[in-house]
């Protein structure tokens, strides 16, 4: 098999400190690669430039002018990770055979990518890069972190877990993931979608090279709101059960009140707003929720996913 022409698509937001870093260090490894004929010399590294307040674009210019194995990209605003990534797989599909997604600070060992391309030699289109401990992260990045993975597949949500954005996928393979026509996107829930032959690779997650990690806790909640809304219906579901059990506490009270008011126990108006209280409220939930699987159904066709991925087709 010829070598494969490999885009390494490299999100940056306000990375000025560690993009030198980043980039030296994937400078020897793409040299390396190339000598020993894994990549095609013609690999690109290309600079996602997500509208960065700092000197990121004059960085990234610098290295293209240097090398033109570097190539850049700037965002005119901060359109967040996610479209940051897919702003460069989007232009980098029809020129590579493969992609790996890596991010800028280096936290995700970069010489995993020799066993990303093993694999993908032996026939991966997905080859996700998995942390195998995580002891270089805070405790609370690590547990919530690991929380949120659980709880995704209590929602029924497949994600590989401790897997983030650090991936190979196939030419074919990213063009599936580009056919996906949502705007809320959360790329580590939707490429098991794609199927197709996939892999792991196990390395240990590392300290950021250089500067500030770019996910304050707001963003962080906002990621994993996103995650949990853009892949799952479950929390309506759960809202409507919900309405079902108060209201068949409600119908349960009502009995009660019944009885108390037979026996004379209760004081004028008590048992009726107690009966109302208890069985509208359920009722509400659960109208609420029977609306929200409605508006749910409304979300998910309004993202207008292909209904089928072609792996092979013989002719
Ligand atoms: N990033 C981005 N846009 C943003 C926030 C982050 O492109 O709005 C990039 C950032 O430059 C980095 C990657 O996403 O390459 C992951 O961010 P970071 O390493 O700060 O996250 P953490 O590892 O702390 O979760
Ligand atoms: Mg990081």
Redesign the pocket.
């Known amino acids: 098999m010829k070598a494969p022409k490999l885009f390494i698509i490299?999100?940056?937001?306000?990375?000025q400190e560690a993009l030198p870093i980043t980039a030296k260090r994937l400078k020897e490894l793409t040299d390396d690669m190339a000598f020993r004929e894994i990549i095609d010399p013609a690999s690109r590294i290309m600079l996602?430039d997500?509208g960065s307040k700092d000197d990121t674009w004059r960085v990234i210019e610098g290295l293209h002018m240097s090398d033109s194995r570097f190539e850049g990209v700037k965002l005119a605003h901060?359109?967040?990770?996610m479209n940051?990534l897919w702003a460069g797989m989007t232009l980098a599909v029809d020129r590579c055979d493969c992609i790996i997604s890596i991010?800028?600070?280096l936290?995700d060992d970069v010489n995993a990518m020799y066993g990303f391309l093993e694999e993908y030699r032996k026939g991966a289109d997905v080859v996700s890069g998995v942390r195998s401990s995580r002891k270089k992260d805070t405790w609370f990045?690590r547990t919530t972190a690991q929380g949120f993975y659980r709880l995704m597949g209590r929602l029924g949500v497949e994600m590989v877990y401790n897997h983030?954005d650090y991936r190979l996928l196939s030419q074919r393979a990213l063009k599936a993931l580009l056919s996906f026509g949502e705007v809320n996107m959360f790329l580590r829930g939707m490429v098991p979608m794609l199927g197709f032959k996939t892999a792991e690779v196990y390395y240990e997650r590392g300290e950021?090279v250089a500067g500030?990690?770019?996910?304050p806790l707001k963003?962080?909640v906002a990621f994993a709101m996103e995650g949990i809304t853009s892949l799952s219906n479950k929390p309506i579901r759960y809202v409507l059960a919900l309405g079902a059990l108060c209201a068949l506490l409600g119908l349960a009270m009502a009995v009660y009140v019944v009885i108390a008011f037979i026996n004379h126990h209760t004081v004028a108006g008590w048992a009726s707003l107690m009966m109302s209280v208890w069985l509208l409220g359920g009722l509400q939930l659960m109208a609420l929720g029977l609306i929200g699987e409605y508006v749910g159904k409304i979300y998910m066709e309004t993202k207008r996913r292909p209904k089928f991925i072609l792996e092979e087709h013989l002719k």
């Open positions: 490299i999100p940056c937001y306000n990375e996602v997500d901060n359109a967040g990770h940051a991010d800028a600070d936290q990045k983030a950021r500030e990690s770019k996910y963003k962080m």
